[in-house]
């Protein structure tokens, strides 16, 4: 037979070499809605408990808000379940193109095509738009997603250091003799929390006749004053060629993704976009919610406001109680821990204390950046930041963790 015991035997110890580094992933049962509040099933077949959720892209709070599930079981009710088919053939429904034409006025682009997820959204941007004759230029430190969209495209791909404007700018004069130049870079960067510098890439990128990719997956709905995203933190809202951005953070938490941007590379994605022509229609019932939750956003700014009141405060928190974070304005705010089996155990004992939080590492991220990524909610009060910092100072103390910096945690714990 094809799998022989051979092969069996080799996954197997592979597997058993990845548990032993510290670095096996496990997964947790969620048995009820989204929210601050949840109750999990950890370690599997365990009885539910009740926890607080601090590692969830539910940034607005609104994966569960009771007007958002209403607009989605109304969209079941009137367009139903699925289209079961693609966007070209007999998938297209009045509410696809009317979440496209609000997405549109909220981002403040002059198109917007929606993709079942942003990475398909990533995946497909770059082949329909760029050939063998452009180069595309990209942040070290992009999303996984963009690396693989980059890597399906015939166009020449180069890079920048992170955030190193001096470098981006070698990059754009030594390419050129390119038809086309793309800068490729996150609005929110989602393991450090760190923004783009996109004030001084769109001047480069003016410079130099370069066009500007953004994915702001981290930032749509609740970065800038008004939560339209990086674009608008940085002043350039208008001046961004392609925006990506996913419903499945935000902007309700479910799924799917868009493209945004320059009509005429709106329109490249509809003609050319594989992950788009062969790919589902995004549900009804999403695109409903969808509807919905950018109504609800563009009314008030209360549930940004929220959350940025909460993220100042979480941040401070961590810095008195004296762990090394990271620095940032963002509401991802990484708990630096450098070993992998650290970050492991740390988690656990979070959720020990009625905390769920996630240890990342390799592959995840750099070897030797293991880290909780903590990340806030409007959802949020202020009882579940107090009884989280509580257990990061517990849980700190127990691994005599607290005071150190990343040099004296490598020299007690090792990468």
């Known amino acids: 037979m094809a799998y022989s015991t051979a092969a069996r035997e080799h996954f197997a110890k592979e597997l058993a070499g990845i548990r032993e ?78 979440l496209e034409t609000s997405l549109t006025v909220f981002l403040g682009t002059e198109d917007t095509l929606l993709f079942p997820s942003c990475m398909d959204a990533n995946a497909g941007v770059f082949e329909a738009i760029l050939n063998e004759r452009d180069v595309m230029i990209a942040d070290r430190l992009v999303h996984a997603s963009i690396v693989d969209g980059m890597r399906l495209c015939k166009a ?108 005429e590379l709106v329109e490249m994605c509809r003609q050319r976009a594989r992950p788009y022509l062969f790919s589902n229609t995004v549900a009804p019932v999403i695109v409903s919610g969808a509807i919905k939750v950018l109504d609800l956003i563009s009314k008030t700014t209360e549930r940004r406001d929220k959350l940025e009141w909460n993220t100042n405060y979480w941040r401070k928190g961590l810095k008195e109680i004296g762990l090394d974070i990271k620095e940032g304005d963002s509401p991802i705010v990484p708990v630096m821990l450098y070993n992998a089996k650290l970050a492991q155990d740390v988690a656990r004992d979070m959720f020990a204390e009625g905390i769920y939080v996630v240890g990342f590492f390799f592959p995840v991220v750099a070897k030797g950046q293991a880290r909780i990524r903590t990340q806030l909610s409007a959802a949020h009060d202020q009882r579940h930041l107090d009884a989280g910092l509580a257990a990061f100072k517990k849980v700190g103390a127990k691994h005599g963790i607290l005071g150190l910096g990343k040099k004296e945690i490598i020299e007690k714990f090792g990468m």
């Open 21 to 98: 580094a510290g670095l096996f992933k496990e997964e947790r049962y969620i048995r009820s809605p989204q929210g601050a509040d949840i109750e999990v099933e950890f370690p599997a077949g365990a009885a539910g408990k009740r926890v607080i959720n601090l590692c969830a892209n539910n940034y607005l709070g609104l994966s569960s808000h009771p007007e958002v599930v209403e607009a989605a079981r109304k969209g079941l009710d009137h367009r139903g379940y699925g289209l079961s088919s693609v966007r070209f053939i007999c998938g297209t429904q009045d509410i696809h193109r009317q």
């Open 156 to 263: 020449m791909q180069d890079t920048f250091k992170h955030s190193d404007m001096a470098h981006l700018e070698e990059k754009l004069r030594e390419h050129q003799d390119k038809r086309f130049r793309m800068i490729i870079t996150d609005g929110v960067f989602s393991m450090d929390g760190d923004l783009a510098k996109l004030d001084e890439i769109v001047a480069l990128a003016q410079e130099h006749d370069a066009m500007v990719f953004v994915d702001d997956s981290h930032a749509s709905g609740f970065i800038g004053k008004t939560g339209r995203g990086t674009h608008e933190h940085c002043g350039v809202y208008g001046k961004i060629d392609v925006i990506t951005t996913t419903l499945g953070k935000a902007l309700g938490g479910a799924s799917g993704g868009c493209v945004s941007g320059r009509r």
